[in-house]
C-alpha cells in the first residue's frame, strides 16, 4: 500500500521517535491532556482513532469504513488532512478496523497518529501487526503516536517499551498502579496517592519526571519537578560539587 509518493531509501533515519503515553483510570485526565498536546503541536496531518466520538471539534473528515479512510488518505496526497476513524462497537470488528487504520497511517506517513484506548484493541500478550509496526519502525516514516489507556496492564509491551514520554494520572487497580510504577520507575504509592487530574510524567530519554494537573479547559499549567526525581535534567544539572570544609 503506497498512499503518497515515496521519501528516498534511508530519508527517516535521522528521525527522533515521538511516541506519548497518557495513562489513568477513566476521568483521569488522558483525553484532556493529549488534545492540550496536539493543539499546542499543531500537526498538519493527523489521524485520529475515535472510538468515545470526542474529537469532533478538531477533526474536518469523520469515517467508520476502511475504505473510505483510505480513499481520503489517498486524496490528501502529501498534503494536510485531519480525519478520524469511529470504530464499530463491536469489539472483534474494532480490532480488525484498528489494526487497517494503523496500516494506513504507516502507509501515508509523515502524520500523527492518535489512539484512544488502546485496551480494545490490543494486549499485554499480542498487539495488532499494524500497531506494532507504527511503534517500532513509525519513526523512520516520520509519525509522531499518542495512546491512551485505562488500563495499562492490559496494554502490549510494544508500545511502552518505545514511548518516549508518559505521563500517567490516577489509576484504581493495584496492578494498573504497579505496571505504572515500574515503568516510570517510581514507588508504586506514588502512583497510588494521584487524584483525578493529577499526573506524573517520565521523559524517557533523560529519565526526568515531573508531576502536575491537567486543566481540561484551557491553558496548561507547566509541570513541576518530581520531587523523587533523581535524574539529571539540563534544568537541574550534574550535583553541586561539596564544598570543603578547612580542617582545623
Ligand atoms: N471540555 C471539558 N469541559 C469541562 N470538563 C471537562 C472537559 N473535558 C474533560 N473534562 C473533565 O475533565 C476530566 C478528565 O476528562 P478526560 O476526558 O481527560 O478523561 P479521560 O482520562 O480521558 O477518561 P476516559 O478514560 O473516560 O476517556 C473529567 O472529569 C471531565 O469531566
Ligand atoms: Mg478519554
Same mark, same amino acid.
Given at each position: ?5 515515496? $521519501? ?14 497518557? =495513562? ?20 498538519? !496531518?493527523?489521524? =485520529? ?15 467508520g ?10 486524496a ?10 469511529q470504530?464499530?462497537? $463491536? ?17 501515508a ?15 499485554a ?14 519513526r ?17 509491551? $510494544? ?22 510504577? $515500574? ?30 494537573v491537567?486543566?481540561?479547559?484551557? !491553558? ?26 578547612? !580542617?582545623?
Amino acid at each position: 500500500m503506497r498512499l503518497r509518493p515515496a $521519501d528516498a531509501p534511508g530519508a527517516g533515519v535521522a528521525n527522533r521517535a515521538n511516541i506519548l503515553g497518557y =495513562i489513568g483510570s477513566t476521568g483521569a485526565g488522558k483525553s484532556a491532556s493529549l488534545k492540550a498536546a496536539l493543539r499546542e503541536a499543531r500537526h498538519a !496531518r493527523v489521524l =485520529i482513532w475515535d472510538p468515545q466520538d470526542e474529537y469532533g471539534h478538531l477533526a474536518g473528515q469523520a469515517t467508520g469504513a476502511v475504505g473510505r479512510l483510505l480513499e481520503l488518505v489517498q486524496a490528501a496526497g502529501r498534503g494536510p488532512f485531519c480525519i478520524r476513524f469511529q470504530p464499530s462497537s $463491536d469489539l472483534k470488528t474494532a480490532a480488525k478496523q484498528f489494526d487497517a487504520f494503523c496500516r494506513i497511517a504507516y502507509a501515508a506517513g509523515h502524520c500523527a497518529v492518535v489512539a484512544e484506548e488502546l485496551a480494545f484493541v490490543t494486549s499485554a500478550s499480542k498487539a495488532p501487526p499494524g500497531w506494532s509496526l507504527l511503534n517500532l519502525k513509525g519513526r523512520h516514516k516520520g509519525l509522531t503516536i499518542y495512546g491512551t489507556t485505562q488500563r495499562p496492564a492490559r496494554v502490549d509491551k $510494544d508500545f511502552f517499551g518505545n514511548c518516549t514520554r508518559i505521563r500517567c494520572g490516577r489509576l484504581n487497580y493495584a496492578t494498573d498502579q504497579k505496571t505504572m510504577a $515500574d515503568v516510570i520507575g517510581v514507588p508504586v504509592e506514588a502512583i497510588g496517592a494521584l487524584l483525578p487530574l493529577q499526573y506524573l510524567e517520565k521523559d524517557m530519554a533523560t529519565g526526568n519526571v515531573v508531576w502536575g494537573v491537567v486543566n481540561p479547559t484551557g !491553558r496548561q499549567a507547566p509541570a513541576k519537578p518530581w520531587p523523587g526525581s533523581n535524574a539529571q535534567t539540563p534544568e537541574t544539572g550534574p550535583p553541586a560539587k561539596k564544598k570543603r570544609v578547612a !580542617r582545623a
